[in-house]
């Protein structure tokens, strides 16, 4: 089966967090500089989000898709900098290679790119650990997912 991959598109989006950090919720929690797409670099992105989870100032639905986006792509490009097996795929193409994912995951944002990884044909979410760290806090390390991710495959 011919997979399409959504490459461009997730590191564009990941470099949004980097390049147009002004634009980025509550920038001033946020060193960019030091995202340079390094594992090191995520605990700056674990701290922003500690820092963004914490404030007082209460998200609309926007601003929370726009970080879950931001930093999502960046996570998944971390690991695909390391994991080069790894490509980014759309919702349905992740349903085309996976008959059950549509069942587990519902098409929303947190889904909306996926790393698939091409040996193995496992498929991981990053743009979910992103919303699980909003909801949950520092549990849901987007270091220590990219470092068990890369680890395990």
């Known amino acids: 089966m011919?997979?399409?991959n959504e490459n461009e598109k997730g590191k564009c989006i990941g470099l949004l967090l980097k390049q147009d950090y002004k634009e980025n919720i509550q920038p001033k929690c946020l060193n960019h500089k030091k995202l340079?797409?390094?594992?090191?670099?995520?605990?700056?992105i674990d701290a922003y989000l500690e820092c963004v989870r914490k404030s007082k100032k209460k998200l609309n639905i926007e601003q929370k898709k726009i970080l879950i986006l931001r930093c999502g792509t960046y996570v998944g490009e971390v690991i695909r900098n390391k994991k080069r097996n790894f490509i980014w795929v759309s919702y349905e193409e992740a349903c085309r290679i996976s008959k059950n994912f549509s069942e587990i995951y519902e098409g929303d944002i947190t889904s909306g790119l996926v790393l698939y990884n091409k040996e193995s044909g496992s498929l991981w979410l990053p743009l979910n650990k992103v919303y699980k760290f909003l909801k949950y806090g520092k549990g849901d390390s987007?270091?220590?997912?990219a470092e068990q991710m890369?680890?395990?495959e």
């Open 2 to 4: 011919k997979i399409k």
């Open 36 to 44: 340079d797409y390094s594992l090191e670099s995520l605990k700056y």
């Open 142 to 145: 987007l270091k220590f997912f």
């Open 150 to 152: 890369i680890a395990s």
